[in-house]
């Protein structure tokens, strides 16, 4: 606790003696229509306050930039109450509501990307509950998204909203943020403190930790273009090929399109796949064009046997593009393993081609 010297106690009692009792009504209605008086006086000053604003957001995120796009979305989002405040120069709340959004925003971080399912989420998410920010600021510097200076900003936003909220002029008047004498003591000080402050910066810092903060709840697929692509063409093509293409109108009646359209799927991943898993497709093709043109001329024979080879080179290429995954996103397996069609349903012919028993 700081020494609170004589000087300093009178200069406060004088402030709040002037500031509550001397220039204002004691009626509760007069009171009130003062207070009244207070924000519309608050608000004759809006354009420069608007400016002053806006200002530090362009110095932070230039207009037109990819990262302005993403400071307005959030701001659109969750920033119109500390707008609000903001314009009616009720710093106080502001500064209340400012560490509030970073912490939930920052918690409900932590809570979407670390479950692993539906039992591990319960847990993680009532053990994060009892968190506040101050708990939580190291884990996003060590996850390299904040630096040092913002674990700071997060740590002194949140001391000086417990001692607004906790009604400690003291620690309101000692912050970093306040930039006071930490010689204030009575809880009516903190108001007249607050008001004083310029909460422009600390508006575009709050925003500045939760955009920084959104990156740990982007996929990683995102932030790795190789990652992606091969993402979404794996994904869309394993599906595909343990259907041996039976599913697809394509491969109906001996359709001479198939090929065409069998060669334009595997293509992609050929162009994204690694040398392993192209040698494996080429093989996959090869085969799957030998089992429709045993499906084609009634060969049942040959068609059970083609059948009962793809087993083991399915489950290969799986686990291939598996490992082609992981090069980006290490230790996640994500992706299921289909049931092999059942080929017995398509055996039954009809006009010299096959067609699926109902």
């Not at 595909?240 to 198939?258: K, M």
Request: glycine residues 4%; charged residues 25%.
């Amino acid at each position: 606790m700081a020494k609170l010297n004589s000087t300093s106690k009178q200069k406060e009692a004088n402030e709040l003696l002037s500031d509550k009792i001397a220039d204002k009504p004691l009626n509760v209605r007069d009171r009130l229509n003062s207070i009244v008086n207070d924000i519309e006086k608050s608000l004759k000053y809006k354009d420069a306050k608007i400016t002053k604003l806006t200002s530090e957001i362009d110095k932070k995120y230039p207009p037109q930039s990819v990262n302005r796009g993403l400071y307005d979305a959030f701001s659109a989002m969750s920033m119109d109450t500390a707008y609000s405040l903001y314009l009616l120069n009720n710093n106080s709340a502001l500064i209340i509501e400012l560490q509030g959004a970073l912490e939930r925003f920052c918690l409900n971080a932590l809570n979407d990307i670390l479950p692993i399912n539906d039992v591990a989420k319960s847990i993680i998410t009532d053990a994060f509950d009892k968190k506040t920010l101050k708990d939580i600021a190291k884990y996003f510097q060590n996850w390299a998204l904040w630096n040092e200076d913002d674990v700071k900003f997060a740590i002194e936003l949140t001391n000086l909203r417990n001692g607004i909220a906790h009604k400690n002029a003291e620690l309101v008047s000692r912050s970093k943020l306040v930039k006071s004498n930490g010689q204030y003591r009575h809880p009516e000080s903190i108001h007249s403190l607050m008001s004083k402050v310029d909460c422009s910066e600390y508006i575009v810092r709050t925003m500045e930790l939760i955009i920084k903060a959104s990156g740990l709840a982007t996929p990683s697929f995102i932030k790795q273009p190789r990652l992606h692509a091969r993402y979404q063409i794996y994904t869309s093509l394993i599906g595909e090929i343990y259907n041996l293409f039976l599913t697809n109108p394509y491969a109906q009646n001996g359709n001479p399109l198939f090929e065409t359209y069998l060669n334009d799927r595997l293509s992609k991943a050929y162009v994204v796949g690694s040398d392993e898993l192209v040698e494996q497709l080429q093989e996959y093709r090869k085969k799957v064009l030998l089992f429709h043109k045993a499906l084609e001329t009634r060969n049942d024979d040959e068609s059970i046997k083609l059948h009962s080879e793809f087993g083991g080179l399915l489950h290969s290429i799986l686990v291939i593009m598996r490992k082609d995954l992981n090069v980006d996103l290490p230790n996640r397996e994500i992706l299921e393993e289909p049931n092999l069609i059942d080929v017995k349903q398509y055996i039954k012919k009809s006009n010299g081609s096959f067609i699926q028993n109902k």
